[in-house]
């Protein structure tokens, strides 16, 4: 069974699972954490709940401790998404709501033993300052855009890098330097490809890159998956 360690199945028309595929499905706002955590219960699914630099700039800030018992009182696998985003948030005070919701998720996770589901955009170097001044040394770095110097660096921190589908000549040399045991697949789906069982592509993608066989990249990505948010199947 892959494993896809990052989609939105709260943004899913229709949810089939057929045992080929485990997505961990992933919010960003208290609304879409909510619905997370039904579809969570519902197919028996893990879920990650967090609340995004996206949101941070758009939702009232005030309810951010609601938001924050909320994610305290479910059963997730992770906090999440969340993160810095410089793409949408490019003033001073949209920067400043970014980093106190990040810093807050920090510090939820840290309280409640949890790994961190990162999304960083435009804005790596200072997310990874942020997780080391926090002392974190577990997080995913979700969709990975960044290069092989920043991917090393969250690597030597005790981060994990997630890969999705998409090829990029940066995408190529960080798989192909970063080990294996450190990777991770995903789809981000359905905002990047259509399903979660996209998967595949990500997994076919690293094993043409280093040479290795589908099979095995299959199996160590979603053993890294199990390892990194502490998955049971009892």
């Known amino acids: 069974m892959l494993i896809d ?3 939105h199945l709260d943004s899913f028309k229709k949810i089939e699972l057929d045992g080929s595929v485990l997505p ?7 609304s879409s954490n909510i619905k997370n955590k039904e579809i969570g219960e519902e197919y028996k699914v ?20 609601e938001w924050c018992s909320f994610i305290r009182d479910s059963e997730r696998v992770g906090v999440g998404e969340t993160g810095l985003d410089f793409h949408w948030g490019k003033t001073p005070e949209d920067r400043k709501k970014q980093y106190l919701v990040f810093r807050r998720m ?5 309280e409640l033993g949890l790994p961190i589901v990162i999304h960083a955009r435009d804005a790596i170097k200072e997310v990874l300052d942020e997780l080391e001044t926090f002392g974190v040394k577990r997080f995913m770095m979700h969709f990975f855009s960044g290069d092989i110097k920043e991917a090393g660096r969250a690597v030597e921190a005790g981060g994990i890098i997630s890969i999705a589908p998409l090829h990029s000549k940066k995408r190529k040399i960080v798989i192909r330097e970063t080990e294996i045991e450190r ?14 069982k996209d998967v595949i592509k990500a997994v076919e993608y690293i094993a043409e890159v280093k040479g290795m066989e589908f099979e095995e990249v299959g199996e160590k990505t979603a053993k890294n998956a199990v390892e990194f948010f502490n998955l049971s199947f009892e």
């Open 106 to 110: 920090l510090g939820l996770a840290e």
């Open 46 to 65: 893990p879920y990650v709940l967090g609340i995004a630099p996206q949101t941070a700039i758009r939702e009232d800030l005030n309810k951010l401790e």
């Open 24 to 30: 961990i499905t992933c919010g960003y706002s208290h």
């Open 5 to 7: 360690a990052h989609c």
């Open 183 to 196: 990777l991770v697949v995903e789809t981000d789906a359905p905002y990047v490809v259509p399903s979660f």
